[in-house]
T-cell receptor, first 111, second 115 residues
């Protein structure tokens, strides 16, 4: 069935390092794709999204490009900060209603 | 403005008991979703309400799970005869309308522990 697969964590980086969190999906057609973030002690919130192939979503220095050729939506940031420590979830829409999430990747950034 | 609220924030119950979890969506949001977040399973869709349409129950894991949404606003998720595998964080989300163009706003969740 349709699914979302993201790299397992935890990912541990030093401040100012480059971040990539891989995400691939299976789907019929071209669903909208999302990255959600869950900061410690807070609720899940939308980080960025892309609604069609080749779109690039961006927010707070994070970027992800919708690649239909590789069915991927990898999350990147050029220079991470301690405040970016959180759990990141890749997601896609299912039949225009609910979201299908990956299992989440924990990022820990140290100063 | 007020976000999505859920109650209780934590619930501990004995195996076999019934529990009710409540969600208050953002005012004016017609779409409401329930998800479950558990170790090893990640985030799973449970049920979706859109306006007055019949809910999409395709994610409910068993017939012990049910949900209703009264008056198009507050929703209650009920788990009957709870089992230990029901232990998880139950998340509610709402959006202005259904579909990928509308951001889903999540509540803080209810942590359910079945002993």
């Amino acid at each position: 069935g349709d699914s979302v697969t993201q790299m397992e964590g935890p990912v541990t980086l030093s401040e100012e390092a480059f971040l990539t969190i891989n995400c691939t999906y299976t789907a019929t057609g071209y669903p909208s794709l999302f990255w959600y973030v869950q900061y410690p002690g807070e609720g899940l919130q939308l980080l960025l999204k892309a609604t069609k192939a080749d779109d690039k979503g961006s927010n707070k220095g994070f970027e992800a490009t919708y690649r239909k050729e590789t069915t991927s939506f990898h999350l990147e940031k050029g220079s991470v900060q301690v405040s970016d420590s959180a759990v990141y979830f890749c997601a896609r829409h299912q039949a225009g209603t609910a979201l299908i999430f990956g299992k989440g990747t924990t990022l820990s950034v140290s100063s | 403005g007020a976000g999505v609220s859920q109650s209780p924030s934590n619930k501990v119950t004995e195996k076999g008991k019934d529990v009710e979890l409540r969600c208050d969506p953002i005012s004016g949001h017609t779409a409401l979703y329930w998800y479950r977040q558990s170790l090893g399973q990640g985030l799973e869709f449970l049920i979706y309400f859109q306006g007055n349409s019949a809910p999409d129950k395709s994610g409910l894991p068993s017939d012990r799970f049910s949900a209703e949404r009264t008056g198009g606003s507050v929703s209650t998720l009920t788990i009957q005869r709870t089992q230990q595998e029901d232990s998880a964080v139950y998340l509610c989300a709402s959006s202005l309308a259904g579909g990928p163009d509308y951001e889903q706003y999540f509540g803080p969740g209810t942590r359910l522990t079945v002993t």
